[in-house]
């Protein structure tokens, strides 16, 4: 049972790098998104799809950058790293009618 | 905006004790889901309840069941017969067009 699948699970960047948190599902879902998580703050939605192609932004987009080329796989690419984007970020996935997401184990992301 | 709120940052619990957390949300919408996540030390995000806001009857899965009251729009988690194993952070989410989730309650059992 593979479910929501991310890649890596811990990271260090030097502020001003690059990188891609890769998420993958295999349950066929429609909707994906990303999170983050941090202290106080609950989960944040950050960028989200609603299918192959399709992309919107969330409540915390700036500094992050998705695509959809396919159903199965959402990566999350952050352009230049900043401090601000040590977290601990979440991958889900759910049906079209969203009724229940399915989180993956989370990245923790630390940038120096 | 659609906005839950957890006013409860910190709870503690005997074992085998019941405690209740609790969850107000803020939205506009008239069909709506709710949720309770358990994440524990590993942060992996699971599912504990799940409740239809057109549904009138309490959800309830074991030893977890939610009071929800949509008039005053509040949801809260009853876990009876507390456990060692449930101690991690809780977090209620609202379901509308999105998901949002609140900041979380952090459970602790004592032994």
């Known amino acids: 049972n593979a479910g929501v699948t991310q890649t890596p699970k811990f990271q260090v960047l030097k502020t001003g790098q690059s990188m891609t948190l890769q998420c993958a599902q295999d349950m066929n879902h429609e909707y994906m998104s990303w999170y983050r998580q941090d202290p106080g703050m609950g989960l944040r939605l950050i960028h989200y799809?609603?299918?192959?192609?399709?992309?919107d932004q969330g409540e915390v987009p700036n500094g992050y950058n998705v695509s959809r080329s396919t159903t199965e796989d959402f990566p999350l690419r952050l352009l230049s790293a900043a401090p601000s984007q040590t977290s601990v970020y979440f991958c889900?996935?759910?049906?079209?009618?969203?009724?229940?997401?399915?989180f993956g184990e989370g990245s923790w992301l630390t940038v120096v | 905006a659609q906005t839950v709120t957890q006013s409860q940052p910190e709870m503690s619990v005997q074992e085998a004790e019941t405690v209740t957390l609790s969850c107000t949300y803020d939205?506009?919408?008239?069909?709506?889901?709710l949720f309770w996540y358990k994440q524990p030390p590993s942060r992996q995000m699971i599912l504990v309840i799940r409740?239809?806001?057109?549904?009138?009857q309490n959800a309830t899965e074991n030893r977890f069941s939610v009071n929800f009251q949509k008039a005053a729009k509040s949801f809260s988690l009853k876990i009876s017969d507390s456990q060692l194993g449930d101690a991690a952070m809780y977090f209620c989410a609202y379901k509308g067009n999105q998901f949002y989730f609140g900041t979380g309650t952090s459970l602790t059992v004592i032994p």
């Open positions: 799809s609603v299918g192959a192609g399709i992309t």
């Open positions: 939205t506009s919408e008239s069909d709506y889901y």
């Open positions: 409740q239809e806001a057109y549904k009138q």
């Open positions: 889900a996935s759910s049906r079209r009618d969203r009724n229940t997401i399915y």
